[in-house]
């Protein structure tokens, strides 16, 4: 199956110059994560959720005003100063599966789709899944998504606690690559922190210090995980299909489960995960 059958056409961008608010206000109104950067007809960089939110915490200008002036804001203001690039793309010829194994070796979420020069759609993660589980419908019978989330789940979980410091969520993401940790006490799950979660701390960390320096105050954060997971998390366990576990996640809009037996973590499944499928399927 060809990328342009099934990727997003009508796409919303932003330019170089653009305000972070534009860039904040299109990704709220429309549910995106990712937008492209496009000057003079070209596609020039990408810009993320991520990238805003470390960049500046999901703060609008008003929000980030130093002592009441107008024109000076904390942190940086303009898409440009922010975005990825260069920007790796594909055609509408390209396939899914092609697709999926650029996403897969660049570790990247989304991908302009390019006619020659001109943007003509996008192709995400989450509309790769969404595909899955629409060519699969049904959760039996013999396809991919009928195997059990136990034989594409990561057993060796990591975990942090509620009352550990944010950094150290932070560091272990870093250093071991993940977007997603479980919180656990005890043995028992009791929330889960992102990658998002994290960025979004960190980001209003830095306007907020940036502030009180500007105003000749001092700002301190002891921030623990427990003040930013989420609490309410939706799980999976290791016999049901990766079909229902799939249709979860995009159901609940969320990027990973915990796997749990009874109260017991045990493993957890990411779309990244089920992505590999399609990364080795020829759709």
Known sequence: MKIGAI????????????????????MEEHGFHHLPVVEDGCVVGMVSDRDLLLAVGWKMEYQRRIDG??????????????M????????????????AEVMMERSISALPILSGQRLVGIVTKIGLLRLLCEMYPRPQGVDMLSEPVSAHMRASVLTVGPKDPLHTAARIMHDRHVRHLPVATLGMLVGII???????????????DEQAEAQGRMYATAARVMDVMTHRVYTAEPTESLHEAARRMLAQNVGALPVCTGEQLVGIITHTDILRLIAKSPL
């Open 69 to 82: 002036h107008r024109n000076e804001v904390a942190g940086p203001r303009c898409v440009g100063q922010v």
């Open 84 to 99: 990825s690039h260069p920007v790796v793309t594909v055609s509408p010829e390209d396939s899914v599966h092609h697709a």
């Open 7 to 26: 990727a997003t056409h009508n796409v919303h961008f932003v330019r170089p110059g653009d305000s972070f608010d534009r860039a904040i206000t299109l």
């Open 194 to 208: 992102s990658d998002r979660d994290v960025r979004r701390a960190c980001g209003r960390e830095i306007i907020e």
